[in-house]
């Protein structure tokens, strides 16, 4: 009975003040989503909990971690997030497909990913992966990569003039184990892991996206359009940027410090010491020249990257309404 006395309360607006006031505090909170487990990745973000620069903007904010089960487009439709991390293929295409996610910042200036091949494959060009197997992850991360080989004119469909595309798991055995010719690796993890494998770097030939001009943004901040619309929430996202980036910032200049934090927050007690901070030295060179706000360029090209998908483009037509700088501009005023 009580319960239906509050509920008729509430609905004729007539909440008692302890409701009105958790109505409003609740208003501080913010989920965010990672694209994967708790590492260097996603330092920024720690770092701005840990120093309290999320607490300094009066916000309360939850990291929730990723992993090879969570879609973070799907976590944000839920409801289960405010905010979600996402690379902007993956980003574009779920808008493509009815969900409307908004880039409201972009801490990554610059991609990550790359190939990384045998040398003794005799492979020294992106036109020598004719005939080769290639690691290639899926879940959204083949974007880029289809793209590149529609730019290249090499089918993806395998024989001697295209490339056999291995699905990749979420590790570099494929590479070790010599099942594919090149895999994908980002700089700041996998590249190092196959290093740890007890492989020298002269046995091995790497193409970056970024210097093969096919780079696509990587680590948005991404929120649903209709949430935008709320003042209220648009500005408590002006707090939580301009915080996370202090936080990027903090974390670019004290690298390892930041390395520490993340360690600190990592549940699984999966990470390593070693292993973070020589991720977070990798990670600091992307976010290295953004103050967070998108470059309409860097989008431009990462959208003539996607489109340049040939017959299977990862979207049809160039996106309308897909970031916003309108969160980024008052956050870094």
Sequence with gaps: MMKTIASLALALGLASAPMAQAASHADNTVKLQLQWVTQAQF?????????????????????????????PPQVLAGGGADVMLNWMPSALAAREKGLPVVNI?????TSGLM???????????????????????????????????????????????GVTVLKQGFNVDPLIQRQADCISTMTYNEYGQVLDAGVSPDELVTFKYEDQGVATLEDGIYALEEKLADPAFKAKMVKFVRASMKGWKYAEANPEEAADIVLEFDETGAQTEEHQK????????????????????????TVATLLAGGSDPVISKKPEGAYTLEITDEALK
């Design 278 to 301: 020589r991720m977070m030295g990798e990670i600091a060179k992307l976010t290295a020249g953004s103050n967070g706000s998108l470059d309409p360029a860097d989008f431009e090209r």
């Design 115 to 161: 190939l990384t091949c045998w040398k003794d494959t005799g492979i020294t060009s992106p036109q020598d992966f004719k005939g080769k197997t290639i690691g290639v992850w899926f879940f959204g991360n083949e974007y880029p990569f289809l793209s590149w080989m529609s730019q290249e004119g090499i089918s993806t469909a395998g024989g001697e003039d």
């Design 43 to 71: 330092a920024g973000y720690y770092v701005a909990l840990e120093k309290g620069f999320y607490d300094d903007e009066g916000l309360e904010v939850t990291i929730l971690p990723g992993g090879p089960d969570i879609a």
């Design 105 to 109: 910042a972009q801490p990554f200036k």
